[in-house]
């Protein structure tokens, strides 16, 4: 997952970069089918299986952290508002898109509908 979300954030401006960042689980490349499927596999094993809540929970707080320093340095360069909680807009960023891959798992959503529902929500968190 890191290596594929460097990819596509690359080193671009942050508030571009958050964008690429959320987008790239909408890409058709293969890994991040194979992404979802991971991921929708160990959230099963974590309910099933308590011990392995922790390393699920660290998994989605990186991944929410990763998305708030982002906004954060968009905060630091201007582009996103000072008054936006990078810390809750990363989490709500992280469940949009983690309940998404289901949808698009399962076919309720297509990745161009998926796209466009993050690049609004990404607009909404940052009060644009």
Same mark, same amino acid.
Do not use: K, N
């Given at each position: 997952?890191?290596?594929?979300?460097?990819?596509?954030?690359?080193?671009?401006?942050?508030?571009?970069?958050?964008?690429?960042?959320?987008?790239?689980?909408?890409?058709?490349?293969?890994? #991040? =089918?194979?992404? %979802?499927?991971?991921?929708?596999?160990?959230?099963? $094993? *974590?309910?099933?299986?308590? !011990?392995?809540? @922790?390393?699920?929970?660290? #998994? =989605?707080?990186? %991944?929410?952290?990763?998305?708030?320093?982002?906004? $954060? *340095?968009?905060?630091?360069? !201007?582009?996103? @508002?000072?008054?936006?909680?990078?810390?809750?807009?990363?989490?709500?960023?992280?469940?949009?898109?983690?309940?998404?891959?289901?949808?698009?798992?399962?076919?309720?959503?297509?990745?161009?509908?998926?796209?466009?529902?993050?690049?609004?929500?990404?607009?909404?968190?940052?009060?644009?």
């Amino acid at each position: 997952m890191a290596r594929l979300e460097l990819e596509a954030a690359g080193d671009s401006p942050p508030r571009e970069r958050l964008e690429r960042l959320l987008l790239v689980y909408f890409d058709a490349d293969p890994r #991040v =089918y194979e992404i %979802w499927m991971l991921a929708r596999e160990m959230t099963t $094993r *974590a309910i099933r299986e308590p !011990g392995l809540r @922790d390393s699920h929970e660290g #998994v =989605y707080a990186s %991944w929410s952290r990763t998305i708030a320093g982002v906004i $954060r *340095a968009g905060q630091d360069a !201007g582009e996103v @508002d000072a008054g936006v909680d990078a810390d809750v807009a990363g989490w709500r960023l992280t469940a949009l898109v983690e309940g998404l891959g289901t949808w698009l798992l399962t076919g309720m959503a297509t990745r161009r509908q998926c796209r466009e529902l993050v690049r609004d929500w990404i607009a909404r968190e940052l009060g644009e």
